[in-house]
Structures are given as C-alpha cells and as structure tokens.
C-alpha cells in the first residue's frame, strides 16, 4: 500500500467512450499530479492541482479533462481518446507544490490505459 | 528548462556486488533537488533518496547512496550488495522550486539482479 490508491489498475477503452481515471490519497498532501507514461519516453506532467486548485497544464490535450473535488481526490475523465494515448497513468501527490522538499512525491501504481 | 540525461538504458549486476546508475542534469536553477526512483514491473514508482542542491554531505538511504557532484552535473545512484529484488527501472529526476513543483525525470536505466 502506497498511500495514494488508483483504479482502475487496468482499463481498455474504444476511442468513442467516456472513462474516468480516479486517484486517492490520504496522506494529508496538499498537491496531486497526473503523469503520463508512455513507451519508451520520459514521464510526463499532465496536470498538477495545489490546494484544490489547477496550477498547471502542460499543453494537454481537452480529450483529458481532470477533476479535483477536494485535496484527496484527484480524477482524470477521458473522452474520444486516440489509440496513441494508450500508457501508464500515474498519479502522484506531495506535500503542496510549492517550494523544495526533500519528502519526495508518492507515487500511485498508475493505471494501464490501452484505447482501441 | 531543465533536463536529465541517464545514458545506461540497461545494466546487469551479480547478486551481492555494488552497482552505479549514472545519472547527468541539466538546470538553470539556483536551487533545486535530485531524487533516484525506482519502478518495478508493478508500475509504481518507489522514492529511494533525495540530494538538495545546497547540502554538503552525499545522501544516503539504507543500501542507496547518491554521488552528487555539482560542477560536473552528476548525481549517480550508488547500489550496495545488490539484491534480486532490485531488479526493476530505475529514474533519475530533479525538480525546482516555482508555483508548481514538476518532476522532470530522466528515460530511466533497466536494472537486472543476477543470482
């Protein structure tokens, strides 16, 4: 148990469904993150909310749409996806995004995506 | 922007030896932090140690240590009796203080234990 939870673990989807990734931390952190994970290339930030709020879009595509309710929360609906966004989507959250720390980020298991 | 070089795609270890991941940044920042973690065939990605950019001493976490070299941009992960458990990928990552603390990770060095 990593203390922060994702599910689904696994998830395949037509490019025409509606999903929803959901991410749950109960660690008192302040800040959540989307990462993508894709063969072969580097991990990338997608999203990161502090204090419930967005501070951060890296030019992410609209077919993702996150949703933070509340600071142990975090969710990434997914919409008319193509089969390139297929990967590992991990979710990660510290103590608020501010600053330096040397806590370091806990990281969910991430869930496998793979769009048909 | 910053970057993380790590140029061992893949490396093969005994059981028992000691083995350096290498690990190069690149960073404008003044201030920054330097993590090593580690992800088994599981997915998620385990934190093993922290170096900031000011601290004197190299980190050390258990069987972990941190080379940390600033003038030549090196922050190699050090392994001590490997374990077959240790095998997994391994990443390199810095971060900098700013109003949303990004992760900026290397592509990662494939670590196989060997009995």
Same mark, same amino acid.
């Not at chain 2, 970057?3 to 030896?17: A, L, N, R, S």
């Not at chain 2, 290397?106 to 009995?115: H, M």
């Given at each position: 148990?990593?203390?922060?939870?994702?599910?689904?673990? #696994?998830?395949?989807?037509?490019?025409?469904?509606? $999903?929803?990734? $959901?991410?749950?931390?109960?660690?008192? #952190?302040?800040?959540?993150?989307?990462? $993508?994970?894709?063969? $072969?290339?580097?991990?990338?930030?997608?999203?990161?909310?502090?204090?419930?709020?967005?501070?951060?879009?890296?030019?992410?595509?609209? %077919?993702?749409?996150?949703?933070?309710?509340?600071?142990?929360?975090?969710?990434? #609906?997914? #919409?008319?996806?193509?089969?390139?966004?297929?990967?590992?989507?991990?979710?990660?959250?510290?103590?608020?995004?501010?600053?330096?720390?040397?806590?370091?980020?806990?990281?969910?298991?991430?869930? %496998?995506?793979?769009?048909? | 922007?910053?970057?993380?070089?790590?140029?061992?795609?893949?490396?093969?270890?005994?059981?028992?030896?000691?083995?350096?991941?290498?690990?190069?940044?690149?960073?404008?920042?003044?201030?920054? /932090?330097? =993590?090593?973690?580690?992800?088994?065939?599981?997915?998620?990605?385990? =934190?093993?140690?922290?170096?900031?950019?000011?601290?004197?001493?190299?980190?050390?976490?258990?069987?972990?240590?941190?080379?940390?070299?600033?003038?030549?941009?090196?922050?190699? +992960?050090?392994?001590?009796?490997?374990?077959?458990?240790?095998?997994?990928?391994?990443?390199?990552?810095?971060?900098?203080? /700013?109003?949303?603390?990004? +992760?900026?990770?290397?592509?990662?060095?494939?670590?196989?234990?060997?009995?």
């Amino acid at each position: 148990e990593t203390g922060v939870t994702q599910t689904p673990r #696994h998830l395949v989807m037509g490019m025409t469904n509606k $999903k929803s990734l $959901k991410c749950e931390q109960h660690l008192g #952190h302040n800040a959540m993150y989307w990462y $993508k994970q894709s063969a $072969k290339k580097p991990l990338e930030l997608m999203f990161v909310y502090n204090f419930k709020e967005q501070t951060e879009n890296n030019s992410v595509p609209s %077919r993702f749409s996150p949703e933070c309710p509340n600071s142990s929360h975090l969710f990434l #609906h997914l #919409h008319t996806l193509q089969p390139e966004d297929s990967a590992l989507y991990l979710c990660a959250s510290s103590q608020d995004a501010t600053g330096l720390a040397n806590y370091g980020y806990t990281f969910g298991s991430g869930t %496998r995506l793979t769009v048909v | 922007a910053q970057k993380i070089t790590q140029t061992q795609p893949g490396m093969f270890v005994q059981e028992k030896e000691a083995v350096t991941l290498d690990c190069t940044y690149d960073t404008s920042d003044q201030s920054y /932090g330097l =993590f090593w973690y580690k992800q088994p065939s599981s997915g998620e990605m385990i =934190f093993l140690i922290y170096q900031g950019s000011y601290d004197e001493q190299n980190a050390t976490e258990g069987r972990y240590s941190l080379n940390f070299q600033k003038a030549r941009k090196s922050a190699n +992960l050090v392994i001590s009796a490997s374990q077959l458990g240790d095998s997994a990928m391994y990443f390199c990552v810095i971060t900098s203080p /700013g109003s949303a603390r990004q +992760l900026t990770f290397g592509s990662g060095t494939q670590l196989t234990v060997l009995p």
